[in-house]
């Protein structure tokens, strides 16, 4: 039968294919998907999205605007009104929420809600995990990531991510520079790829976008892009990208860098890498990437700036259909909404 799915995003972060973030990557495929599947699909995301389904668009933040506590404020205040009048207006069957902030426009009491918990843990307010709302559903993309969870969190099963294989090529001849790739923050360690290409004389190409917010903004320009303008091997920050040359960079590159300095929950861009037959040089610690990353076959995971420049020297030896069988076998898109359909229907048989 038929479903009717709400798909609630970030409030201050726009969906479609073009998307920066993985939590609007995942809802643009889900989206998708849904639509494509015969369902129907009903987005609130701000302005400047783009989906398969319908898009109820809520306010969004001026360019350049700084995304303070006010902002977020009136930010949340707009969705909570858009998820009433959805939730007035059509004859939803499942809210699925996608935000970091999901908390503040739950809406009320009625159709069941699922939250994917696309961060870590810490990222959230406390008060999720003992929601009281009924019919109020958790779940975690990676074991990593439940494992960091509250003992007292109910969660559903994991749904690792996935991404469009059909999107993503590899070529035959790569060419000399890495890649790094994502949003701008101090928290993704691109200071750690830019030292490590340095050590490695290996040029770098670092795209993404770096958000309103102040601390944002100043790694960006006080930190990263100052120590590209340094002696050594080619650096540019080309700012973000869309899709096609997104797809262009990830299938020429030589491998793809991942130094973040957090517990990532998964890493969609690794994904997309190895679809590409791009191999993956991250850190050790970086949270769920010993779960994607395959040492030796389709990566390298390191500590440390100076073990990433010594992988950067070895990637050459690693074979791109590799990669490519890895992101088939492992994490094809399609895998990942079938199992979001299969929840919703376990959702909906227990309500």
């Not at 201050?12 to 920066?20: E, H, M, T, W």
């Not at 969004?60 to 007035?88: F, I, K, N, Q, T």
Request: charged content about 20%.
């Amino acid at each position: 039968m038929p479903l009717t799915v709400l798909l609630v995003g970030y409030p201050l972060a726009p969906v479609g294919p073009d998307a920066v973030g993985g939590a609007e990557q995942v809802l643009s495929m889900l989206d998708e998907a849904l639509s494509r599947g015969g369902h129907r699909s009903i987005v609130v995301a701000p302005e400047g999205s783009a989906c398969a389904g319908t898009l109820v668009a809520t306010p969004a933040p001026p360019p350049g605007a700084a995304l303070d506590e006010a902002a977020r404020e009136r930010a949340w205040s707009h969705h909570r009104s858009a998820v009433a009048r959805v939730l007035d207006r059509y004859p939803i069957d499942l809210v699925h929420m996608h935000g970091v902030d999901f908390d503040r426009y739950l809406p009320e009491p009625g159709a069941p809600v699922l939250a994917t918990l696309h961060l870590p843990p810490g990222f959230y307010s406390p008060a999720v995990f003992c929601l009281e709302r009924p019919r109020t559903f958790l779940h975690c993309v990676s074991a990593t990531q439940r494992r960091a969870c509250p003992p007292e969190a109910r969660l559903l099963p994991d749904i690792p991510n996935g991404v469009r294989l059909e999107h993503y090529r590899p070529r035959r001849y790569k060419r000399g520079f890495a890649l790094a790739l994502g949003r701008i923050c101090p928290e993704k360690g691109y200071h750690v790829a830019v030292e490590a290409s340095v050590r490695a004389a290996v040029p770098l190409v670092i795209a993404g976008q770096a958000f309103g917010y102040e601390e944002h903004t100043r790694y960006l320009q006080e930190v990263l892009l100052p120590m590209l303008r340094g002696p050594g091997p080619v650096r540019r920050f080309i700012g973000p990208v869309g899709l096609a040359r997104k797809r262009r960079l990830l299938a020429a590159a030589r491998c793809l860098l991942v130094p973040s300095l957090v517990q990532e929950t998964s890493s969609l861009v690794a994904l997309e890498a190895l679809a590409s037959g791009t191999p993956v040089i991250a850190l050790r610690g970086a949270g769920a990437l010993p779960e994607i990353v395959e040492h030796g076959r389709t990566g390298f995971l390191v500590d440390g700036a100076v073990e990433m420049a010594d992988a950067m020297a070895r990637v050459d030896r690693l074979d791109p259909a590799a990669c490519r069988r890895a992101a088939e076998e492992r994490f094809s898109a399609a895998t990942t909404a079938a199992a979001y359909l299969e929840t919703y229907r376990r959702i909906l048989r227990a309500a």
